[in-house]
């Protein structure tokens, strides 16, 4: 299927289930807010920067395949990325996708369809080694016409490519990371879009040595502890246990090491620096209060989440559940596990106000539902996803995030 020295190009719908699980290698983190993804700024240097994501951050070999995942206004970035990795020895293909293709499937393709088996995805899972992809479906309203059964019938029928991903250890580079910059995405999240533009490239750009210091000691100090407490001044209090859990990071670059480990190791999103691990099961235990959950694109306030014995109970929104409730009705009972506890630990990215970001230095995330690409074992293709700012972490009584500040 792939020739030599040339890119083959594959026309592939995109739909971005849940966040990106049509996208995302292992499975998707749960969702981030999928808005407009502008060109990419004038200083960048696209050639330079797809030679470091694919040599460094992706650490492609030489007759690997790779496949990148694009649209049509990242196109540059798109042909520099096939370039560098057949400049490396290996062979691209690139998978297309837009808005307009992804309108016209959902207008036109009947709903007996949703179940089918994904041959083409599945086989492309069987074939490449590296997935590098930049978004492409920008507007979340465009998911959001479809019927959460619907969309649930497609998440379910596309697990077997993530498992397939998962069993051949298919490494994963993402952009975006909930930073896309885009006007929606700006007033979402408070910030100037030339601001929001600078963040993301920059970050996306960076060095992320320092990330990666942080991220081992990090990851050393909680393997090394028993329990982790997170509480903030709206009424979150919540503990989870970790003694004997593997500890995770996404630093940017997937190492040789990365490499070896596999599973869960091979993934990044950027911009990175996040150190994440799945709690003992059963061992979540307290309350959750997310002042504002963005979902789909829409805004939800005053999120409150009972948990007992690792799982949600309870489920309260003074506003805007309307935009989760269908989705979150259709998904299986693995949807109210408490799966994943994520701190931010870059420095370069700030937290405050309606500024809420995965890899921001002290931010805290906590993740109920499927949890496959943070080395979990829970395949539940939804999840909700509760960031809080502000937050206090203790391990075993000694502070790791002090309101909000990264110890």
């Known amino acids: ?42 200083a960048v240097d696209l050639a330079a920067l797809a030679d470091r994501l694919v040599g460094t951050t992706a650490n492609v070999k030489e007759g690997e395949v790779v496949e990148i995942v694009g649209g049509p206004t990242d196109l540059a970035l798109v042909e520099e990325l096939a370039v560098a990795v057949r400049k490396r020895g290996g062979h691209p293909i690139v998978s297309y996708g837009s808005e307009s293709l992804t309108k016209k499937m959902i207008a036109t393709v009947p709903e007996k369809y949703d179940a089918q088996q994904p041959k083409a995805a599945l086989g492309l899972a069987k074939l490449v080694n590296v997935r590098i992809i930049v978004p492409p479906v920008r507007d979340p309203s465009i998911e959001a016409t479809l019927p959460a059964a619907r969309r649930a019938a497609m998440a379910k029928a596309y697990v077997p490519v993530n498992d397939q991903r998962l069993k051949r250890n298919v490494r994963l580079v993402e952009l975006g990371n909930g930073l896309l910059p885009s006007t929606v995405q700006a007033k979402l999240l408070g910030v100037a879009e030339a601001d929001l533009g600078k963040m993301f490239w920059d970050g996306v750009s960076a060095d992320y040595a320092a990330v990666q210091d942080k991220a081992t000691s990090l990851r050393k100090a909680i393997a090394a502890g028993s329990e982790l407490h997170i509480t903030a001044p709206n009424g979150t209090d919540l503990k989870v246990k970790v003694k004997g859990r593997k500890v995770l990071a996404s630093d940017g670059v997937i190492s040789d090491a990365d490499i070896k480990a596999a599973g869960a190791n091979v993934s990044a999103w950027l911009p990175a620096g996040e150190v994440y691990v799945v709690p003992v099961a059963g061992s979540a235990e307290g309350k959750i209060v997310d002042d504002r959950m963005l979902f789909d694109g829409k805004e939800v306030t005053g999120v409150t989440v009972e948990v007992k014995k690792g799982k949600i109970t309870a489920v309260n929104a003074a506003s805007g559940w309307d935009a989760v409730k269908g989705l979150y009705d259709a998904a299986g009972p693995a949807k109210n596990e408490i799966s994943v506890v994520d701190l931010g630990i870059n420095p370069a990215v700030k937290t405050a106000g309606k500024l809420e970001t995965w890899m921001g230095a002290g931010m805290v995330t906590i993740v109920a539902g499927g949890n496959t690409w943070a080395g979990g074992t829970n395949k539940e293709p939804f999840g909700l996803t509760f960031q809080l700012t502000g937050a206090t972490v203790t391990l075993d009584g000694k502070p790791l995030v002090e309101a909000g500040a990264l110890k």
């Open 1 to 42: 299927m792939v020739q030599a020295n040339k890119v083959v190009v594959v026309v592939a719908v995109v739909f971005a289930f849940f966040g990106g699980a049509s996208l995302s290698g292992a499975q998707p983190k749960p969702p981030g807010v999928k808005v407009e993804v502008g060109a990419a700024a004038p």
